[in-house]
């Protein structure tokens, strides 16, 4: 997937923000359509771990969603449905997200060297792809700003964080995936 020019996010993240409420809700609606399960991942799982430690920054966060949705949508044309992804491709992303994902929750009791082979695999998973840089710096500085005037929990923050570069990596994997299957 190529990198979003700064003009191309740019343009991209003022569609996201020039959206009314029922754009934006009509936006969301097919989104559960047409990506039910990442729909729910995101806005249900990755939420709800955010809101267990600060419901302010699981705010935050979905809002930030909706921005990477409309951003990719503007950027590089409606999302895949997930009935013409491949179901194994499906299923084995959503396995190995969810086995390295294991790792970074707290209270969760793994052997530290399962844990540090999982955080270790993801972190270097999310600097080989390399991808979409742009959108990560700045959905990382909305973060950093967002933080910067509240008395956030460093746990809430440092998940938030990590949720919303999981998305975008998501978001680049599926429309990888789209287009590998449509050139063969």
Known sequence: MRELTDRELYQ???????QDENAGRAILQQFQTEQGALAQTIFGVFSALIADKDR????????L?????????????????????NMEWLENTAA????????FLPGNQMDTKFRDK????????????????????????SISEYVAGSQA?????????????VVIQLFCAMYEQAECQSKS
């Open 118 to 141: 999982f955080q270790n695999r993801f972190a270097d998973r999310l600097i080989e792809s390399n991808s979409q840089t742009g959108l990560v710096k700045f959905m990382d500085e």
């Open 56 to 63: 302010n920054l699981a705010n935050l966060f979905m809002d």
């Open 153 to 165: 929990d460093a746990e809430a923050v440092r998940t938030t964080r990590t949720m919303i570069y």
């Open 96 to 103: 190995l997200l969810d086995a390295e994902l294991q790792a």
């Open 65 to 85: 969603c909706f921005d990477v949705l409309c951003v990719f949508r503007h950027a590089f044309g409606g999302l895949p449905d997930q009935s013409v992804l």
């Open 12 to 18: 991209a993240l003022q569609y996201a923000k020039s």
